[in-house]
């Protein structure tokens, strides 16, 4: 898959596995994830989908932690919970909402196989072991979308590793694994020094 990666990204890994910051980060980036994927359907199913979003969003920041405590670099982290999120798109027929096509779950899933299978992470199931005790909010599925799936948002190509895009623009394998030195986690999508001094 290809993703981006720059500061901001970095400073949401700080601003997740820092304790009392994670609070405020993980809200704000369920709010912008939502926000993102939203903006890809048709604005007559937005507000149907929006609490099913925020509750599956709030349980990959969960994934997020426990692949970076797993050893995995944080593109790598980061992947897993978008490729969880194109499973959950998939089984609801929202194809529009896709980053990768159905085509590719294999090989995605395969590349992190031993990480899905110890959280029981499936296609059919790709929350697995991080499905809150709560559940996940119902939302209508548009499973018609399936059977001609045009994926409109997908990109294709990227199967066989993560694909970084930097800020210059370079697209690179693997992803870098070294964080930058001082990373602020205010710099993070959506949280600002007043969110942190409130937490």
Known sequence: ????????????????????VSDVA?????????????????ETHREDRRAHL????????????AALEAGLTEAKAREITHIQANFDF?????TEMMEIPAEEFEAHFRRYETFFKRYGISVDDPLGEFQPASGI??????????????YENAIAGFADDVYVQDNTGSVHAGGSADEPAGVDPSDAPGIDRTDLADS
């Open 54 to 65: 925020d509750d599956f969003f709030d349980a990959t920041m969960d994934t997020y932690v």
């Open 137 to 150: 909010a119902d939302a209508p599925s548009t499973p018609e979308k399936r059977d001609q799936p045009a």
């Open 26 to 42: 993980n809200d704000k980036l369920v709010e912008l994830h939502t926000k993102i994927f939203l903006e890809k359907a048709d």
């Open 90 to 94: 998939f089984n609801h027929g929202w």
């Open 1 to 20: 898959m290809k993703i981006r990666q720059n500061l901001r990204h970095w400073a949401a890994k700080k601003a997740l596995t820092t304790p009392v």
